[in-house]
């Protein structure tokens, strides 16, 4: 049988219970309070029923101060609505973990955080309460930031410095390449293949044993080397690389690492093929006379010169003079880079070239290139120099020239939005301008250079067509023209125009393709907005009619109808006295005159003669009154004195203008009183309707679909006014509307 428990063992078990349970309620307020994460709690309603240490070094808050306050002291305005959302997700049972946020302190700083909220359960699993653990994350934030910055310093720098870097691991053949460098050899974010062949087949197939022979050498001595290289890009168009690196060997002398630089060199290789150019044609200058020699001997000052000299500067200019007679004819901004270079003069580097320009007798400016080689002594002193002038004023002129004309064509093309095409048939390869770019949502220099490149940015509807399109001109060679969308990297869709020549060589088959593309969503847009303002009209053309149509069989057709019942009872019952038949006559009257009303009523919202009998501010006086009085409303009307002769499609716009700012007012701005006013001053009238009701946004009414204000600002375009609407929520409306006399009009001066 069980052993009974007696009473005095199951009090004495209880109070060891409670005990643990208060020896664990103690080690809990003390994690509670030593944490350095904030631990919160609140009730249902958002109260906060608990307030650890850590909550009020972090929120500046005591325990006194924040207990029984709202959760919502911490949290900033904008992040209500969230803070209700996240609220909702706690109360159907959900835990949120890590969520990063901004609270506030008590003295209104601002501080990142990350919460864990965790709903708290009775024992019957009703929830209760929420429990929140805030950790202060403001420094991990700014480490965050400062290493993006960091990196996008370094970034930025190895992209201003065109230096890409690689790392290859020896061992397990793995070689790292970055963004730069990729791109240095012509290939997009993660498209090098990742291997040290693939990087040897990058290379000039006439400089591959070269380098191949460099980096065995580095593999074998661990010495750093450096050389310089051409690529072949997939465009076909060859670039100049100059490259660095160093070997790093493990504990058993075996390479293990290669880490290295590139730098793309191939604009210093134009400039030096460029200077061979140049010099080739200063031989042929001194071939054609356009050069002449020099020799100075710097101890004495003189400069002797040959008969060429005479050619370049003038019939009067003599061969021989001082040095400080030539310096002299230099103009004085070029000056000092000429004495600068000869002062750069050293045994270690005897040779300067300078470019200078010299005034000569008659005033006119000569560009000279100087290339002088300096003879030193044996102490190192500069005793003479030598060398060639060449006249290079056409070809400076030339350049710049060119450079004018460049920039012509680029403010032409920029300004008419226009961007040019150059697509080699044989190799491919597609040559786009800058504004070509541009015009696809592209930067400079990113356009991948294909047929089919181009093809991929066209929007998928309109893809297919432009295949045939190209297939056709390609096939017949006849200029095409088409218009198709573009879809730019931001999502953002473009209408591009465009026209195509296809050019074909001796045999009769296609070499290039030529084309200029023209970015015409402007125009595509306006002709959106013209098809839905159509639209819009024939739609408000057709509410009308309805409207009308009502009112005419609903009203006056019911109306008539009794009216003809009450004649042929009259007619059918002669029995009844005169006075009798007079009554029932007036009876009649009354109701025929309370039909002209209405019609009348309804002909004057289609055309008010009002402005052809009184003026336009005669009818503006008399729609206030008959609209306040049909509405119950109160309208203040107030005008300056205007010319009598307002143009009639003015007087007409204004009108409908106030008729639609009217409606729209006793519509949606909750008041009965209104204010409108004429004014004008010397060349224009203004129209201004104003209430101090509930007010709305301006410019998403202006976005919406609905036709009335568009309709009149529309009105106000065609003649030539304009139209501003000043409102806010709760601060009421003003329509201001400005539209400028025409010139029959502006003879008449207003009188405020």
């Known amino acids: 049988m069980p052993k009974r428990v007696t009473q005095k063992q199951l009090d004495r078990r209880t109070a060891k219970a409670s005990e643990s349970r208060a020896q664990l309620c103690g080690l809990l307020a003390a994690i509670v309070e030593s944490s350095e994460d904030a631990i919160v709690s609140k009730n249902l309603n958002g109260i906060i029923t608990s307030w650890n240490t850590a909550a009020q070094h972090i929120f500046g808050y005591t325990e006194v101060e924040a207990v029984g306050k709202p959760i919502t002291i911490l949290i900033p305005p904008e992040l209500h609505d969230t803070e209700d959302k996240i609220l909702e997700k706690l109360k159907a ?193 001194a071939q054609a006379g356009r050069m002449y020699s020099f020799e100075w001997d710097v101890r004495t000052g003189a400069v002797v010169r040959s008969p060429e000299y005479v050619t370049v500067l003038g019939a009067t200019e003599q061969l021989r003079s001082t040095h400080r007679q030539f310096v002299d004819k230099i103009h004085p901004d070029d000056r000092s880079r000429f004495t600068a270079t000869i002062s750069a003069l050293t045994p270690d580097n005897p040779t300067g070239i300078v470019t200078f320009r010299v005034v000569n007798p008659n005033g006119g400016l000569v560009w000279l290139r100087s290339s002088g080689h300096g003879i030193f002594d044996n102490q190192g002193r500069l005793r003479r120099v030598i060398g060639m002038v060449a006249d290079v004023t056409d070809l400076k002129l030339a350049e710049e020239k060119l450079r004018a004309s460049e920039e012509r064509l680029r403010l032409a093309q920029w300004a008419a939005r226009i961007g040019t095409f150059d697509l080699n048939m044989r190799t491919g390869v597609n040559v786009w301008t800058p504004e070509t770019e541009a015009m696809y949502g592209l930067p400079p220099g990113t356009f991948g250079g294909t047929l089919a490149a181009f093809e991929n940015l066209i929007h998928p509807d309109d893809r297919e067509r432009m295949i045939d399109l190209t297939r056709d001109m390609v096939r017949t060679g006849q200029p095409v023209e088409g218009e198709w969308r573009v879809v730019w990297p931001d999502g953002s869709v473009r209408w591009i125009a465009g026209r195509g020549q296809v050019l074909m060589d001796e045999y009769g088959e296609p070499s290039r393709m030529l084309g200029v593309n023209l970015d015409i969503t402007e125009r595509k847009r306006a002709e959106e907005t013209l098809a839905g303002m159509t639209r819009k009209l024939i739609e408000s053309q057709e509410k009308d009619r309805a409207r009308i149509g009502r009112d005419l069989h609903d009203d006056i057709n019911q109306r008539l109808a009794l009216l003809a019942v009450k004649i042929d009872q009259m007619r059918h019952n002669p ?110 009238l203004h129209l201004t309707v104003s209430d101090r009701g509930t007010g709305f946004d301006a410019e998403a009414a202006m976005r919406s679909e609905g036709l009335g204000l568009v309709s009149m600002r529309e009105r106000v375009r065609l003649v030539d006014g304009t139209i501003a609407i000043e409102s806010s929520l709760m601060g009421g409306t003003a329509i201001n509307v400005r539209v400028p006399f025409t010139s029959e009009t502006r003879a008449e001066r207003c009188v405020s």
């Open 93 to 285: 049972g959900e835990r949120i973990e890590h969520y990063e946020t901004i609270r506030v302190t008590k003295t209104g700083k601002r501080v990142d955080v990350s919460l864990t909220i965790s709903p708290i359960k009775d024992s019957s699993g009703k929830i209760t309460g929420f429990s929140k653990i805030a950790r202060d994350i403001t420094k991990q934030k700014l480490a965050e930031g400062a290493l993006r910055a960091s990196e996008e310093k370094l970034r930025v720098a190895y992209q201003a410095a065109n230096i890409g870097t690689f790392e290859w691991n020896i061992q397990t053949g793995v070689n790292t390449w970055t963004p730069e460098l990729e791109a240095m050899y012509g290939l997009p974010p993660g498209g090098f293949g990742g291997t040290q062949t693939d990087f040897e087949n990058l290379v000039h197939p006439e400089d591959r044993p070269r380098v191949v022979e460099l980096i065995e050498g580095a593999l074998t001595t661990g010495q750093s080397t450096r050389g310089e290289w051409r690529v072949l890009w997939p465009d076909g168009s060859i670039h100049w690389i100059a490259g660095r690196w160093q070997v790093f060997m493990d504990a058993s002398g075996e390479p293990s690492r290669m880490v290295g630089v590139n730098g793309d060199v191939t604009e210093r290789k134009l400039a030096e093929e460029a200077l061979r150019e140049n010099e080739q044609r200063l031989r042929l200058a």
């Open 575 to 684: 029995r009844v006295s005169v006075a009798q038949f007079r009554s029932r006559l007036g009876e009649v009257r009354d109701r025929i005159s309370e039909v002209a009303s209405e019609v009348q009523s309804i002909s004057h919202q289609l055309h008010s003669p009002q402005l052809e009998i009184l003026g336009i501010v005669g009818a503006i006086r008399s729609l206030c009154k008959e609209y306040a009085a049909g509405q119950k409303v109160t309208i203040d009307f107030t005008h300056d004195d205007v010319p009598e002769n307002v143009a009639p499609d003015i007087s007409l716009c204004l009108f409908r203008v106030l008729q639609e700012a009217l409606h729209n007012a006793v519509k949606h701005s909750n008041v009965r009183h209104y204010e409108v006013r004429l004014g004008c001053s010397e060349n224009a």
